[in-house]
């Protein structure tokens, strides 16, 4: 399904309304309106990007053999990020509003939809002064709770088999935070849950038909339709996960956050001023304080029990 020049797809996600000339997962054909006080409109060129000329370099990756595949740069206007085989992504200095330029011949791939989504749009909530956390998160009695840890530890298949046991869908891989009138609110993400390649087996069976249908399945992951739990909800708990040993295990005790964890815990460390660093102190001082906290053990590859586990001992500690 094409954009046309009177369709706008609306939605909400990562505590902003998007606007969109173009189809996202969860966002619905609109005919328009307003949207909320943190909106972005998310549109795409057919013209090449201007280059940003005298920008800041902010970051810069690359292949193993040396081809450059990502940068992201910064000037008074706003920022740009180059995805190799993707295209450029300009996003307005106030997250207001996001420009794809996108290689005529990748227009179809899922790679720059993986990186608008997982990147660009928590980049924006940033703008907007929210805080991004690299988590999952599921709705459990009516509040968000957060899986937070390294990456490969299978955040992602314990949301999702949490899910499909009953819980609330939330977010896959970063959630947005913040702190209002001392009460702290989760913000759903967009509306799909990823398996990457190898873990599908360890879902548990769909009987509920929580996964509507299969968004994408590549060589990286397979990506399904969800239908996330409203939001924004109190953050009611926090589970910091670290590699046990036995596979499938998982162990929990309760605890405290730490804060300088929950830190290392942020979306991006490109944003480096000092009112973000300041807020960010803030926010998770006070989910170390305030939040009741599980520290996870779980082991390689954890499939529906150790989920259960988790759910069990979330209600316990709730």
């Known amino acids: 399904m094409a954009g046309t020049e009177t369709t706008t797809w609306t939605g909400e996600a990562f505590g902003l309304s998007l606007r969109s000339e173009f189809p996202l997962p969860g966002l619905k054909p609109s005919g328009g309106g307003e949207g909320g006080s943190r909106t972005i409109a998310l549109a795409r060129s057919s013209e090449p990007a201007e280059p940003f000329e005298g920008a800041e370099r902010l970051q810069e990756w690359h292949y193993p053999d040396g081809t450059l595949g990502l940068t992201i740069d910064r000037d008074e206007c706003g ?3 180059y995805l190799y085989g993707a295209g450029v992504f300009v996003l ?3 997250g207001g509003r996001a420009v794809l330029h996108l290689d005529p011949e990748r227009e179809e791939s899922w790679d720059w939809r993986r990186y608008l989504i997982g ?4 980049f924006a909530a940033l703008l907007h002064g929210l805080e991004v956390f690299h988590a999952s998160a599921v709705e459990v009695g009516g509040g ?4 937070a840890g390294g990456s490969g530890l299978g955040k992602s298949t314990l949301a999702l088999n ?8 939330f977010a896959d891989d970063s959630v947005a935070i913040e702190l209002i009138d001392g009460q702290i609110l989760a913000h759903p993400a967009i509306a799909t849950a990823k398996v990457r390649e190898g873990a599908r087996p360890l879902l548990r069976g769909d009987t509920r038909g929580a996964l509507r249908e299969v968004v994408v399945a590549d060589e990286h992951e397979t990506r399904y339709l969800v239908e996330t739990a409203n939001g924004p909800l109190p953050l009611r708990a926090v589970c910091m996960l670290e590699l046990g040993e036995e596979p499938g295990s998982l162990t929990t005790a309760a605890g405290k956050a730490d804060p300088w964890e929950l830190l290392g815990s942020t979306f991006n460390d490109v944003i480096r001023d000092p009112a973000r660093l300041q807020g960010q102190l803030d926010l998770c001082g006070r989910i170390a304080e305030t939040v009741p906290c599980l520290r996870v053990r779980v082991g390689p590859r954890p499939g529906p029990a150790a989920a259960d586990i988790l759910a069990a001992d979330l209600q316990e500690l709730l």
């Open 92 to 94: 307005a200095a106030d």
């Open 162 to 169: 949490m899910h499909l046991g009953g819980a609330g869908f």
């Open 144 to 147: 968000a709770v957060l899986l």
């Open 119 to 122: 990147q660009v749009l928590p």
């Open 79 to 81: 920022y740009r990020f």
